[in-house]
């Protein structure tokens, strides 16, 4: 889940963060120091988004849990399959030596087929859940991501900046991955103080 969760979550920011740049910026706080050497050297920069993301409070704190909330429902599904399968087996051997009357047979089948179908709209329905919990927390990924980068940019500085997963080659001078997490980070706790 992580590795397809961290690639998807990578592409939407970096296409929502450079076209919020391109609407418009809020007046944006003083910036470290070492972003204005950056300046100086290049109107581009580059962000790691997918380490911006993985270090982030919000993923840590909300992400993670989320992540291992859903390995283990898909987990318990997959093993509530295998054992009515085992069920299922364990009918037809003992059918076939002849263990139990056809009519018997038929009824734990059914019953089978009923629990089976039980369990597979149980799986559609906290699938969905858990599928609209991701999309919200991606979202908000999202959405802090591009804050984040809008702030750091209010001043258009940057004329371009790129995510590291497509860069071949890229002087360090360039990344703003550290700057831009700790801007995502200082925005997470601003809006946990809010909902207080």
Known sequence: MKKILFPAIAAALLMTA???????????????????????????????V?????????????????????????????????????????????????LMTTLDA?????????????LQNRIQSEGKTLEEENMVFTNRAQDLLSRAVREINADKRYKMIFNASVLIDA??????????????????AKDKAAEK
């Open 171 to 188: 002087d360090s001078l360039l990344d703003l991955t550290n700057v831009v997490l700790q801007k995502v980070n200082e925005l997470y």
């Open 106 to 118: 038929q009824n734990k089948q059914k019953s089978l087929e009923q629990r089976m179908a039980a």
């Open 50 to 98: 997918e380490a911006v993301l993985a270090q982030s409070d919000l993923y840590l704190k909300e992400g993670a849990p989320l992540q291992e909330k859903t390995q283990k429902t898909q987990q318990s599904w997959a093993q509530r399959e295998q054992n009515l399968q085992a069920e299922a087996a364990q009918l037809q051997e003992k059918y076939q030596k002849g």
């Open 18 to 48: 450079c076209q919020s740049q391109s609407k418009a910026g809020a007046a944006a706080p003083q910036q470290a120091q070492t972003t204005t050497v950056k300046t100086e050297v290049s109107d581009l920069a580059y962000i790691q």
